[in-house]
């Protein structure tokens, strides 16, 4: 069971930055893609950006293209998400899940995740 806690969300101006991170508690997670998602309440959840276990590939939805950035560390098994010019309408619960595949899948997977954590809230003010 691969445990995912994420961190770093806090309230910014518009404009700002933040950087994200899920930590897992597993080695396993070395080999899994991996995901951020984000979500308000009374909107369905929504993909933001993913990342194939090795870190070749990656999946950035149209509204953060160029604004936000995923990256891993596997030896310190955490994926980062770098936020740049902020917007308020970048205001949510941000989650990261994860999929576990095989080594030669570079699939930058954000369907069919096997774990979550419990997300981080991210407040962009006007």
């Known amino acids: 069971q691969v445990q995912l806690v994420e961190s770093g969300g806090g309230l910014v101006q518009a404009g700002g930055s933040l950087r994200l991170s899920c930590v897992a508690s597993?080695?396993?997670?070395?080999?899994?893609?991996v995901a951020w998602f984000r979500q308000n309440p009374g909107n369905e959840r929504e993909v933001v950006a993913s990342i194939s276990w090795s870190g070749e590939s990656t999946y950035y939805a149209d509204s953060v293209k160029g604004r936000f950035t995923i990256s891993r560390d596997g030896i310190n098994n955490t994926v980062y998400l770098q936020m740049n010019s902020l917007k308020p309408d970048d205001t949510a619960v941000y989650s990261c899940?994860?999929?576990?595949?095989?080594?030669?899948?570079?699939?930058?997977?954000?369907?069919?995740?096997?774990?979550w954590g419990q997300g981080t809230l991210v407040t962009v003010s006007s």
């Open positions: 597993e080695r396993a997670f070395r080999s899994s893609a």
């Open positions: 899940a994860a999929r576990p595949v095989s080594p030669f899948d570079q699939i930058p997977y954000y369907r069919g995740m096997n774990y």
